[in-house]
Every structure is written in C-alpha cells, then in structure tokens.
C-alpha cells in the first residue's frame, strides 16, 4: 500500500474520477443555491395561487370593480384573539388587502381590548368569535356594518330540520358591507300593496339586502302619497285596479324623476284600466295574449308557453349575452311599444320571444288543447320586457328630468328557482338608480366532487407506479453504475 505522499495526493486530483466528482459536486452545490435563492424570492412576492376547484378563495370581478371605485379608507376587522384567526378566512380578506390599498384587514380582541370593541357593540350588541366587523375609518360615528358568522355560509334547509352548508358567502357579505359603508345612503325600495299584488322571493329579498336596499311596504289608500325616500316602486303582479286616487299618487310620483319596475301578469277578464293608463303614458301597453314559441331551442322543454328569451344589448342584459346564465318566462304576455307617443321617450326593448313564436287570446287558449298555432294567432316577435327613460326639460328650474321604468309582460321568472331571475332583478333595480357597480356575487359551492377513476383507469394507474417506476429507477441507477465503473 503506497504511503499518502505530497505527491500522490497532488496526482489524485488530476484523476478523471476526481474531475468527474468535483463537476457533480459543484453542480450540486449550484443547484442547491439556486433552489435556495429561488425560494426566498418567491416568498416575497405578493402572489398566491387559487388552485381549488370552485375558487373558494378568489374574488370575483365585481369585487374588484368596487375596490377600484373605493373613495374612503376602508378596515375589516376579524373578531378573534391575536394568531387565533380563521386560515380561509383570513386568505379571503388578504386578497382584499393586497389588491386595494384603501382596505386595511385588522382584528378584535373583546376580552383583551373592550375599548376597542365598544365601538362596535352599541345597541346592546354583542361580538362573538369569528364574526367581521367592516367599518369606515372616518371617525368613530363612522357606518359600519357587522356580518355574524352563520351568515357566511348559506344553507340548505330543504331536508327537513337539519341545516346543511352549502356555500361560501364571505365575499357576498364583505364586498356588500364595503359597499354599505362606502354610500351616503342605502336607497329605499317601496313594494306597492293592496291590488293583490305578490311577495317577492326570500332569495331575491336577501340578495337586494346584500346589495344594500332597504325594502319597505306600501299601501296608497293610507299613505296617499308615494314617500319622498322612495328610491324605487315596485308593482309585483296586481290582480285588481288602482283607485283614481292611487293612479293619481304613482303618476305624481314619476312625473317627479320616479323609478319604477312593472311586473304584469296575464290574467284572463283582468281589467286594470288605470294600471294601464299609466304604462300607456310612457308609451308602452299589455298585449293580453299569451306567447308560445315555436321555436323549441327557444322554451322550456315540453312547455312552449316557457320561454327562452333572447336578449337584446342592454346595461340591464348584457351579463346574459356575456355569460351563461339561464332565464325562463313562464305565461308572459308581450310588451307594445305604442307609435303615437311622446317624443322624450326612450324605449329599449331588453328580452323577445323568437320570429317563430305566435300570441294567443284567453278565450282560444281555454278552446284549443294544443299548442300549435292556430286560427287567430298573431305571429311573433313579441317584446318580453322593455327599459323606459323619460327625459323632459323643466321651464321653471332649467334642469332636464329623468324617470325610468322597467316593465315585465310577466312575473313568473321570479317564482324559479334559476339564479338569473336574481340577476335580472338586482340589474333592473341598479339600472333604475344610476347605480354603476352591480355586485351580485355568486356564492361558493364548498361541495367536493370526489374522483371517479374507472376499473380500467386503476389499473393503468397501478402499472406505472409499481413497475414502470421502480423499473426505469433501476434501469437509470444501471446505466449511471456503467459508466462510473469505467472511471
């Protein structure tokens, strides 16, 4: 055995198998560097990824447009001890915090800052774990608005007594309440009573609060005049005719910059000679047939009185006409537009039935058993729902004054179950007050769709990682040893 001589030591660095080994291990070393400098600059950048399947964790355009609109200071405070916050609610909001600079995401300890909280507890209050407080930091008078926990996820109440989750609404909650507390005032909306009119749907009641209108009833015969906060009039499918009194009262109403939304039901011997008087004063009228579409791309499978409306280009429809959202109009009667009419009226068609769909009497509908067309029809198309603006220049105060009208040939799209009668109302009340911003959020399924991987998937699945795998690890480790032995 030769003695490690100076000699013997310098030569052994000039070996090839030391050359081969110096190389992988300054190559090591540079690769381990640069996973190393890339991991610290990746964590400073400020970007996170959404990889869940239905975004539980992203915002939604609309929230992006309001945070772009934000004018004021805004600050979401969570209601926990420090370092004891909620993990995925806590991403949702640091997505508000990093894309706006206007937001501030804060929390709140009751117990270890009462002071702090006070300000949020007044009308004997109370703050409980996990419940978000978003508050304008424009003094402590400032609008706040306090979401509670349960309202951050919606339920399903339809298997009995048991409440089911169903979906994330921390955006639907959050964004309205930035919205809230970034307003004036929240406009009033005024649902007119006593004609036998309908309720409107829980579900559309919730998404007008979320949006921050307040509803309120209405009945002329005591009232006799329409309030001076009212923001919008709803009339939901009157069955029965108002007093010249009453007529005289809407009339008066928006003739003054009033805002209102029609929803007309067809309903036979109905006789509403004052309901429409006034729609005839803004230049529209109440067909009284029933439309059925031939076309059956364009109804409700098996029911062709179901329409399958097409949209015209409109602020009201144009998120129909760019996403797919689903609408149905069930027994609607069409809209005229009358050709004697003032000239300061502008009237947009926003839905119509299609050139193959035809419009029936009452009298015909009861006699005929089918619904082919028939003798007496008239042909399509018919206008399903029109936007109405009045513009008219006052002598006295030099300023030009504006009403707007939405008016539906029925009301049944209210009583689906599908989202875009939500849409279309909240669209139609926003376009109706100049609204810019329409927030209406669609929540987040936290339903996980489990993989279904078939018998002949499995198998596959199974042939890669245990032979093929370990088989090309060995082949590698072969050729390496190889190649090595010869060095």
Do not use: C
């Not at 200071?73 to 993990?87: E, F, K, L, S």
Request: glycine share 4%; proline share 4%; charged share 25%.
């Amino acid at each position: 055995m030769n003695k490690p001589t100076k000699a013997n030591i310098l030569r052994s660095f000039k070996t090839r198998k030391f050359k081969y080994g110096g190389y992988a291990t300054l190559l090591t070393a540079i690769v381990l560097a640069v996973l190393l400098v890339i991991n610290l600059v990746v964590d400073l950048i400020p970007m996170r990824l959404d990889l869940t399947r239905n975004k539980l964790y992203s915002l939604s355009k609309e929230t992006y447009k309001v945070l772009d609109n934000l004018e004021e200071d805004i600050t979401i405070y969570t209601v926990n001890p420090v370092n004891q916050g909620i993990p995925l609610l806590e991403e949702i909001l640091y997505r508000y915090q990093s894309y706006s600079d206007k937001i501030k995401v804060d929390y709140i300890d009751p117990d270890r800052d009462p002071v702090k909280a006070q300000r949020f507890t007044k009308d004997d209050k109370t703050l409980s774990k996990g419940d978000i407080i978003v508050a304008a930091d424009s003094g402590d008078d400032a609008k706040f608005k306090h979401i509670k926990s349960y309202e951050l996820v919606n339920y399903d109440y339809s298997s009995g007594y048991t409440a089911t989750p169903q979906s994330m609404a921390v955006e639907q909650r959050v964004t309205s309440a930035i919205v809230y507390v970034s307003e004036a005032e929240a406009p009033v909306v005024y649902m007119l009573e006593g004609h036998g009119e309908t309720d409107l749907d829980a579900d559309i009641k919730r998404q007008m609060e979320l949006e921050n209108y307040t509803i309120q009833s209405l009945n002329l015969l005591i009232k006799k005049t329409v309030p001076e906060d009212a923001d919008i009039l709803i009339i939901n499918s009157p069955s029965t005719d108002l007093t010249d009194e009453e007529e005289a009262a809407i009339r008066e109403y928006l003739e003054n910059e009033g805002r209102a939304i029609f929803l007309m039901d067809f309903m036979k011997d109905q006789k509403l000679d004052n309901f429409n008087s006034l729609l005839k004063s803004y230049g529209v009228a109440t067909n009284k047939r029933v439309i059925i579409e031939g076309n059956e791309e364009k109804h409700y499978p098996f029911y062709p009185h179901y329409l399958l409306p097409e949209f015209e280009d409109h602020d009201i429809t144009s998120p129909f006409k760019s996403n797919t959202i689903f609408l149905v109009m069930p027994v609607a009667q069409g809209i005229d537009i009358l050709e004697t009419r003032r000239n300061t009226l502008k009237i947009e068609p926003l839905m119509k039935s299609s050139k193959d769909s035809y419009a029936r009497t009452a009298e015909s509908m009861e006699n005929t058993k089918t619904f082919e067309k028939s003798e007496g029809d008239t042909d399509g198309p018919f206008n399903l729902a029109v936007a109405i603006k009045d513009e008219v220049f006052d002598q006295v105060t030099l300023e030009t004054k504006v009403t707007k009208l939405v008016v539906f040939g029925t009301s049944g799209f209210l009583g689906t179950d599908l989202q875009g009668r939500i849409n279309l109302t909240i669209n139609s009340l926003n376009w109706l007050i100049d609204r810019e911003q329409s927030i209406t959020i669609q929540p987040k399924s936290i339903y996980e769709v489990p993989l279904n991987v078939t018998a002949n998937t499995f198998r596959i699945y199974g042939f890669i990682s245990v032979l093929l795998i370990p088989i090309g690890a060995l082949v590698a480790g072969f050729v390496v040893w190889l190649r090595r032995r010869h060095l």
